[in-house]
């Protein structure tokens, strides 16, 4: 690795890290607490801004608190790195990707913390359901949310 130290250099790259400024996100999926046992599922998310920006669809993979993700009645927490600079979240797109034949997952609230800002903003899950009890047969399922309300989260 190299360093270039020329005025023109750092100018250029200072004007492209604005430009490319990424954020963190924590995403909190909080499952409810259900009657019939929820099929396996990948669950991916999409979040849009105020201004209408997207960023790319992700797949939750791995559960920061939980070693098996999406079970009735647990929260699992994600983290997303190096994700596009999203504000004053709007909304949310869930989809749902059974593995195995079953009901869709129970989604009780799914809560997005912003990092750069320090900002929670919380879409509430439990009025709408993933896919009609009916469609459990369907392999891909999905819901937009928007969001509840938003707050600042404290540092000490």
Known sequence: FQADTSTNAASASSSAVSMNESCSFSIV??????????AR?????????????????????CSVTHRRKFQPGHCDLFVLADQMVLEDLKSIEVWHQKREDGHPLPLHSITVIEHNTHTAYHF?????????????????MSAKFTCAGSAPVFRK
Do not use: W, Y
């Open 124 to 140: 509430d899950c439990a009025s709408q359901k993933m896919g009609a009890e009916d469609l459990a047969d369907r392999s891909m």
């Open 29 to 38: 999926v909080r499952t409810a607490t259900a009657t019939v046992q929820p």
């Open 41 to 61: 599922a990948n669950l991916f998310i999409q979040l849009t801004d105020a201004s209408g920006r997207q960023n790319d669809k992700i797949r939750l993979k």
